[in-house]
């Protein structure tokens, strides 16, 4: 369905009923990447899946994740979505949940982060312009194979081919526009100064050979946020909900009071 918000459209999916779980996907997916675990997380729960904007049906907004924040936050108040919203995001939109969080915490009621940083070293910042440069030159295929390499291990990727390949022709479907803009608005994030006053209860998750957002970034961030929770996925990438599906749901589930 498309959303008319203050920030513009939104691209959303929404169904079943219970207390509201807004999932969030990341840079290099879409909202169809949680698909292998809706059945259980939709137990007694009002599901709503985003379109990041720029992505899908999603209007773009400027490469600042202070907007992206601002045009989801639109989408829940347009959807009525509870006070009590449960979040889970997954790189870009575990750093909208927490941009979220900041500019209005009192509207979540608490937060997964899967696979997420407080910030990147400067010497990290040039591979997100390089990306966003050559998606806008060359289009998508210029980044797929860098990205596939990303959300999964190397040896998952030899072990499900299949997989491979329908992630390589979601990432050939976005929009380059839209991909860049995720990289600036990444590439310039900084939560150090604003961990401290996020009271939301939060889990990170993080998998062990995450590439894109290393075990110590996520550590970072859930040592910063009062009360932070951290759990750690062997031998899994920047993907969990893809490459380990039953094992992120484990992971999650008492969290989020799913039984």
């Known amino acids: 369905m498309i959303v008319e918000t203050t920030a513009g459209t939104m691209g ?8 509201d779980l807004l999932l969030l996907h990341s840079l290099l997916t879409d909202r169809r990447v949680y698909d292998r675990i809706l059945p259980a997380l939709s137990r007694g729960r009002r599901i709503t899946i985003v379109d990041l904007p720029g992505y899908g049906a999603s209007a773009a907004v400027e490469p600042r994740l ?24 997954n790189g870009l939109g575990a750093f909208v949940a927490l941009a979220m969080a900041v ?3 009192e509207r979540i009621g608490r937060m997964v982060l899967a696979g997420v940083a407080a910030r990147f ?12 440069d050559r998606a806008l030159a060359e289009g998508m295929s210029a980044v797929a194979e860098i990205g596939l390499s990303r959300i999964f291990t190397e040896e998952y990727m030899a072990n ?36 401290g006053g996020i009271e939301v209860p939060t889990l ?20 910063g946020i009062p009360g932070g929770l951290y759990t750690e996925l062997p031998d899994v990438a920047h993907g969990p909900q893809l490459q380990a599906p039953a094992e992120f749901f484990a992971a999650i589930a008492p969290f989020l009071g799913i039984t």
């Open 160 to 195: 499900h081919p299949d997989m491979v390949e329908e992630r390589r022709r979601a990432l050939l479907r976005m929009d380059p526009a839209g991909f860049a803009a995720g990289c600036r608005a990444i590439r310039d994030l900084d939560f150090t100064g604003t961990l």
């Open 12 to 19: 959303a999916e929404q169904f079943g009923k219970g207390s």
């Open 103 to 105: 500019q209005r915490q």
């Open 66 to 89: 202070s907007s992206y924040a601002e045009a989801v936050g639109g989408l829940c108040e347009a959807l009525a979505l509870s006070p009590d919203l449960a979040i889970v995001g």
């Open 204 to 223: 990170v998750v993080v998998g062990s050979d995450d590439q894109a957002t290393p075990p110590q970034y996520g550590r970072a961030v859930a040592d």
């Open 121 to 132: 070293p400067e010497d990290a910042k040039g591979a997100f312009d390089q990306m966003a």
